[in-house]
């Protein structure tokens, strides 16, 4: 299949790297507005035509897909177009920042007959299956809540990454790259997804407690506390300023057991296991896309209507309260010039405690968080 990328510079760099290891696409075309360079297990081929405007490139090289990797503040105009050329589009995360787009880019999709997959990736995994299976199959008996855990660093060098970086609007217009919204995004759509497998998706309240380090307009760290409509506790507690590295945890919590599913390794642990083992297998999305493109009874793995829930919290999250400034007395710093990071003390047992206890960390007796923003959503 003919192949397009939207984006090939940063984050476009491991999906070059990821067709190059798929000789059945033929990547005919790379836009960027920057200049594209080769990139290590990835040589820009001298058969790949190269743009820096999108719709020349649609119109000159009638890909079959177009992967989108662009901020994602263009997401809406970028696959609507690629859509309306002909094409099904990869999208990357987060998919789209409003449920006002996600209606937008929905009803572009029926009228052209085109599909949208987002790159969840993780969400094509067979740990994840696995962990879903067990629910299923009733091994956890009922379950209580959802909780996702993550810890990682970013250096000063990550917020000048790009103008929109850190940032919650930009000329108007939403951007939202805090570390629910853009970095550790996955780690609230694996929850929002494993919510889901277990009854009604729907969301009826929720609670956030957000916080930066930096002078930055979005947060660094943060617990979000979601209910369903049937009461279903899902908690997502996630810094970038962590002491120790936890890569992402999704713990599903049951009356007789607990799964802890480690979702960007594939480790899992189910009742009455000691230790996570490795559940390989992931199926990629873009094979998946053109297998659907190909045979429309194929079914997308991350179709644009599985990540409504996702988009939803977005909204809600933009138009919270700016994040708070963590006291600090609490934040210490290493490294120097663009590879200084920031830590939070004592924020890996304040999260991990929130995730166990499906709590808040005003209820747990992190006093400088302060109380949570609460918000009751009208149903959709």
């Known amino acids: 299949m003919r192949v397009a990328l939207i984006g090939a510079n940063g984050h476009g760099h491991w999906h ?32 790949t035509a190269l743009f820096t405007d999108h719709r020349a490139m649609l119109a000159a090289t009638t890909p079959d897909l177009v992967i989108v990797c662009t901020p994602p503040h263009t997401h809406l105009a970028l696959a609507c177009d ?15 920042l409003s449920s006002a787009e996600h209606a937008s880019l ?13 790159g969840f990736q993780a969400l094509g995994s067979a740990a994840l299956a696995e962990v879903l299976a067990a629910v299923d199959a009733g091994a956890l008996g009922t379950v209580t809540g959802v909780s996702a855990l993550a810890a990682w660093q970013r250096p000063d060098a990550y917020y000048t990454r790009a103008p929109w970086a850190g940032r ?22 694996q929850a929002a997804a494993v919510a889901a497998a277990t009854g009604d998706p729907s969301i009826s309240t929720v609670e956030l407690s957000r916080h930066r380090t930096r002078r930055i307009e ?11 409509a049937t009461g279903l506790p899902v908690v997502v507690a996630v810094t970038l300023c962590g002491e120790e590295f936890i890569p992402g945890e999704i713990t599903v919590h049951g009356t007789s057991g607990r799964a802890v599913l480690e979702y960007p390794t594939d480790r899992v642990t189910l009742p009455g296991e000691t230790a996570r083992r490795d559940v390989p297998g992931r199926t990629s999305l873009l094979d998946n896309l053109a297998a659907h493109r190909r045979d429309r009874t194929v079914p997308l793995i991350v179709p644009l ?3 409504a829930p ?25 490294g120097a010039g663009d590879e200084r990071r920031l830590t939070i003390a004592g924020i ?33």
């Open 305 to 307: 209507d599985r990540t």
């Open 106 to 118: 929905s009803a572009v999709c029926a009228s052209t007959g085109r599909a949208v997959q987002v």
């Open 16 to 47: 070059r790297r990821h067709l190059a290891q798929r000789p059945a696409f033929d990547v005919v075309a790379l836009c960027d507005l920057q200049p594209i360079a080769d990139v290590e297990g990835a040589p820009v081929d001298r058969d």
């Open 348 to 380: 890996n047992e304040a999260l991990r405690t929130c995730a166990d206890q499906l709590a808040m960390p005003h209820e747990v007796g992190l006093t400088w968080a302060g109380p949570a923003t609460r918000i009751q959503l009208t149903p959709r």
């Open 82 to 96: 690629a859509l309306r050329a002909g094409c099904d589009v990869l999208l990357e995360k987060p998919p789209l």
């Open 218 to 228: 979005v947060e660094d760290t943060a617990v979000m506390r979601v209910t369903t």
């Open 168 to 189: 919650r609007r930009v000329n108007g217009q939403p951007v939202i790259d805090g570390a629910l919204v853009n970095p550790l995004a996955h780690a609230v759509m």
């Open 310 to 334: 996702f988009t939803r919290l977005v909204e809600v999250i933009a138009e919270a309260p700016d994040p708070a400034p963590v006291p600090p007395a609490l934040v210490t710093s290493s």
